[in-house]
């Protein structure tokens, strides 16, 4: 009895190191409606599942208690074989439970799909999102600016992104606002969320929760959540080349076009390999070829502002992975898609409207 005793006391404090407990708990502090109806439909889900494993533990234990050998009052039944009462509670109750979580994840799948607009007085901000190597690139169309490792937009506002890939594909995150969605090279994927209050000063963390290479775990940015003349004031500044007087920790730039986005990405080895290929080169060009490449991060990039932004930049990196139009017009080929997209997401909208 002592034995087992401490191994349930154990057990419930190697469960609670699991759980975090004085840490992060962000997925239960949701700051947003979406993040917090998934953070909603997600306990729903554990609290009716434990209502099977909470009894199960329990009766597993008082059946170990009541049936020991020592208990010479238990009841002795070595021909019993068969409890209709018994086969009703046992698979009954599961098949109900199961049944509810089948509603819920239908229901919560249409809810809370990410692609579907979310229902407010104001108009949605539009941001494109670029998952490059390793780091986020994040521009703003309507208001011609754009940003490395800091997403910023005003509270109690939908915020509408557009989310593709410049290398492999790749998974963006903001535990506090939403659920996370892939980003992939030659796509778009959509994302839509709203921030109910404005963020603490070191803003909400985002980050990518898919492996992407050696200098995945750099790739963390802030998203900001700010009031709408705070909003205004930073993007004026950005636009003027002083967006530093509102993050003195960020690097402000004029222009991104081509030339400086190709010079945005990271390598994808060590310093060490790198070394390590310069060595063992076996021609000067192989040398040479060697010591351009660029080691992968061991921290993230500074979040960086750039005033302008070359026009549709966003396209041109989803038309450079559409290899099977071979020479077909990219640039009428990403509108088309781009209205499809948006005709899905209204499709998806209306559909879930009619289903609540």
């Known amino acids: 009895m002592r034995q087992t005793i401490l191994a349930v006391l154990s057990l419930s404090a190697m469960a609670a190191l699991l759980t975090g407990c004085g840490g992060d708990m962000v997925l239960l502090n949701s700051k947003g409606p979406v993040a ?29 208690w009541k049936y ?73 169309p309507e208001q011609n600016i754009a940003t490395v490792n800091e997403i910023r937009f005003p509270e109690k506002t939908p915020v509408s992104l557009r989310l593709t890939s410049n290398f492999t ?27 109910n209050e404005t963020s603490p000063a070191e803003g909400y963390r985002g980050f990518s929760s898919n492996y992407s290479g050696y200098g995945f775990s750099q790739m963390r940015f802030r998203a900001h959540s700010v009031t709408d003349a705070q909003f ?43 070394e390590a290929i310069v060595a063992n080169a076996q021609t000067p060009e192989e040398k040479a070829a060697a010591e351009a490449l660029k080691p992968y991060p061991t921290k993230p990039h500074p979040v960086t502002y750039y005033s302008s932004v070359e026009p549709k930049l966003f396209e041109s990196v989803i038309n450079k992975y559409m290899s099977n139009y071979h020479g077909a017009d990219h640039s009428a080929t990403a509108g088309h898609e781009a209205a499809a997209s948006e005709a899905h997401a209204n499709v998806e909208h209306a559909t879930a409207s009619v289903e609540e």
């Open 36 to 64: 917090e109806g998934q953070s909603n439909l997600m306990l729903t889900a554990i609290y009716l599942m434990l209502l099977v494993v909470i009894p199960s533990a329990i009766m597993a234990l008082w059946f170990g």
């Open 68 to 140: 020991r050998a020592s208990n010479k009052d238990a009841d002795y039944k070595p021909t019993w074989a068969h409890s209709t009462a018994i086969e009703i509670v046992v698979w009954g109750i599961p098949v109900i439970i199961i049944g509810i979580l089948a509603w819920l994840t239908w229901w919560g799948s249409h809810k809370y799909d990410p692609y579907r607009p979310l229902e407010s007085d104001k108009a949605p901000l539009n941001v494109q999102v670029i998952a490059e190597q390793f780091k986020w690139i994040f521009i703003y």
């Open 169 to 195: 594909m790749n998974s963006f995150f903001i535990p506090a606002l939403s659920g996370q969605i892939y980003a992939m090279a030659g796509m778009q994927t959509h994302l839509n969320f709203l921030a």
């Open 232 to 274: 205004a004031e930073w993007v004026a500044a950005v636009k003027a080349g002083n967006g530093n007087t509102i993050n003195p920790q960020a690097v402000q730039k004029t222009v991104l076009d081509q030339a400086e986005f190709a010079t945005l990405r990271d390598g994808n080895r060590s310093k060490y390999q790198i």
